[in-house]
């Protein structure tokens, strides 16, 4: 029987999928809603994975989406940080910016429909000024990395498994061969 | 866990439990403790800053990292929003409650469900924030609590199976085998 394909290529593509969608400013808003962007890069390197397998190989197993998980996740985490890292250093508060451009459409939104109490809208925009702030220093990276390095391993791990569920060939239910009479 | 077999083209029967239903049972109480804990991280971190504790902004950055946490369309405790939106916070504490069923009905996890439903739940949040988006119908509360519930309500239905299965997998098979790509517990079917 030949051996399964190795895992660290398919690992890499999601980790990139996840740095991508993680670190590039406007993408990175995906992972407001419950990590998407994470769990998307997880699914992709199951995808990945599952594409390289061919008939003569052992099935593809939830051990191993669990392992891909997990590396991309890793990956995932160091490279959104450098990836978001270059975008500051390179192209100066660009995720700022974006950011405040939607914030305060929401916020204005949300203050027109009274889904805010008027004075918390100025409170809400300080703590969104403080946290700007401290995403542009060198210690609240560093807190970011140390926070992506433990969250992105489980989201892109659930995202594998989840993955695997979709694309794992259905096995095969274990049928009683007739007794010869 | 019984009846998880599969027959692969040689007609080997490959047996997944090889996880001690103890076992199985224990790594469902360290789910549903981490679970728990991440509930109470997300409750915890209000009540935190209300008490005028340093570690408050960490843990509402931590959880900021997955999550927009806009005061808005957050639930509030003694006057601070949750470390997590009412979407999030609907997930996760429905994951926990069905976590905890799961262990209450230990039968049910044997066999991974229909994908069907889980699709299901979530194309129906996934559509829930695209109208909200696009402003073709915006997206209440309600609509938020229905859609994440549901969503992390079906989850460990699929996860906790799978995540056993995984780590069992992971345990059963010392590295040589699995560079042959065999199996080290198989028999041979009648």
Same mark, same amino acid.
């Given at each position: ?25 406007? &993408?990175?808003? &995906?992972? +407001? +809603? +419950? +990590? ?146 | @866990? ?14 997944? /439990?090889? @996880? !001690? ?23 915890? #971190? ?10 408050? /902004? =960490?843990?509402? #950055? ?5 999550? =927009?946490?806009?005061?808005? $369309? ?33 039968? $049910? ?5 229909? @994908?069907? !439903? ?6 129906? @949040?996934?559509?829930? #924030? ?12 309600? =609509? ?11 989850? !460990?239905?699929?996860?906790? !199976? ?16 699995? #560079? ?11």
């Amino acid at each position: 029987m030949f051996e399964k394909p190795n895992k660290l290529r398919s690992a890499l593509m999601g980790g990139a999928v996840i740095g991508l969608l993680s670190g590039v400013p406007g &993408l990175n808003l &995906l992972n +407001c +809603c +419950c +990590c998407l962007g994470i769990m998307l890069g997880g699914v992709f390197a199951v995808y990945a994975y599952r594409r390289e397998f061919t008939d003569e190989m052992p099935p593809m197993e939830s051990s191993d989406a669990l392992i891909i998980g997990i590396i991309a996740g890793i990956i995932g985490a160091v490279g959104a940080s450098v990836i978001s890292g270059l975008f500051n250093v390179v192209f100066g508060p660009i995720e700022e910016r974006l950011l405040r451009g939607f914030w305060d459409k929401l916020v204005q939104r949300l203050e027109e429909q009274g889904g805010v109490p008027g004075g918390s809208v100025d409170d809400l925009r300080a703590q969104m000024d403080r946290s700007m702030a401290e995403s542009r220093s060198l210690g609240g990276m560093l807190r970011g990395l140390v926070f992506a390095l433990i969250l992105y391993p489980i989201f892109a791990m659930l995202g594998a498994l989840i993955g695997f569920a979709f694309f794992r060939k259905k096995p095969v239910t274990h049928v009683q061969p007739p007794q010869a009479t | @866990m019984q009846g998880r077999e599969r027959l692969d083209k040689n007609g080997i029967c490959y047996d997944n /439990d090889f @996880m !001690p239903v103890r076992t199985q049972r224990r790594l469902l109480i360290g789910i549903a403790f981490l679970a728990a804990l991440w509930c109470t991280g997300i409750f915890g #971190a209000p009540l935190m800053r209300h008490a005028g504790l340093g570690i408050a /902004d =960490h843990l509402y #950055a931590f959880y900021g990292r997955v999550c =927009h946490q806009l005061g808005g $369309r957050s639930w509030h405790l003694n006057g601070e929003p949750l470390a997590v939106c009412v979407r999030c916070s609907a997930i996760y504490l429905s994951f926990l409650a069905s976590v905890l069923a799961l262990l209450a009905f230990p039968s $049910r996890w044997s066999r991974i469900p229909s @994908m069907i !439903p889980l699709a299901a739940a979530l194309s129906l @949040m996934a559509l829930d #924030a695209f109208l909200n988006v696009t402003g073709i119908a915006a997206s209440t509360e309600l =609509h938020r609590v229905i859609t994440g519930s549901l969503v992390g309500a079906l989850l !460990p239905w699929y996860l906790v !199976p799978l995540l056993v299965d995984a780590i069992a997998g992971v345990r059963r098979t010392p590295r040589s085998n699995v #560079a042959q790509g065999e199996p080290v517990h198989v028999r041979k079917t009648k």
